[in-house]
């Protein structure tokens, strides 16, 4: 089992203004992972996306965290939580006043090393290089999800009267 830490020895890891302080690092036979997540108002997140080998729960411990999986969508407050079953498409963000802080989980654990990648990115000066950070999500087994289509992409429904009865 991994010894126990106190909350100084944490590493914490920040990109841009939302930061990860990595609590649990898989080995010593247990393959989970936890970091506290600190989300300001209106900050940069990572986009929609899953992991087929990682399962998640995240746990909101203050603030209010906008979280997403599949098509559910909810504004998690403290003792609240929401699990992501492997593959499922995901996402969080913060719309709301003050910061949110939460535990993410992961079985097996992402790793630390993914945050720091990321990071190195997004702090690198300027508009970070979404190229770069695609190709790190995928390194680490993170799938970005498609976009949505766009309403002025798709042709619109013909009109009632151009459609052809069912018989």
């Given at each position: 089992m991994d010894r126990a830490r106190s909350p100084a020895q944490a590493e914490i890891i920040r990109l841009g203004a939302l930061e990860i302080r990595y609590l649990?690092?898989?080995g010593?036979?247990?393959e989970m992972g936890a970091f506290e997540m600190t989300v300001p108002p209106g900050c940069m997140v990572p986009p929609p996306h899953s992991h087929a080998g990682n399962e998640e729960l995240v746990y909101v411990l203050e603030g209010t965290l906008r979280y997403t999986v599949g098509g559910e969508t909810r504004d998690l407050q403290p003792g609240d939580c929401m699990a992501t079953p492997r593959g499922s498409v995901h996402a969080f963000?913060?719309?709301h006043a003050a910061a949110a802080r939460a535990l993410v989980m992961n079985t097996p654990d992402i790793g630390a090393q993914y945050f720091r990648e990321v990071a190195a990115i997004v702090n690198a000066g300027g508009p970070p290089d979404r190229a770069q950070l695609?190709?790190?999500m995928q390194r680490h087994g993170l799938t970005p999800a498609a976009p949505p289509a766009s309403a002025s992409a798709s042709a619109p429904a013909p009109p009632a009267s151009a459609r052809v009865p069912s018989r």
């Open positions: 649990q690092h898989a010593h036979g247990c963000g913060n719309p695609m190709a790190t």
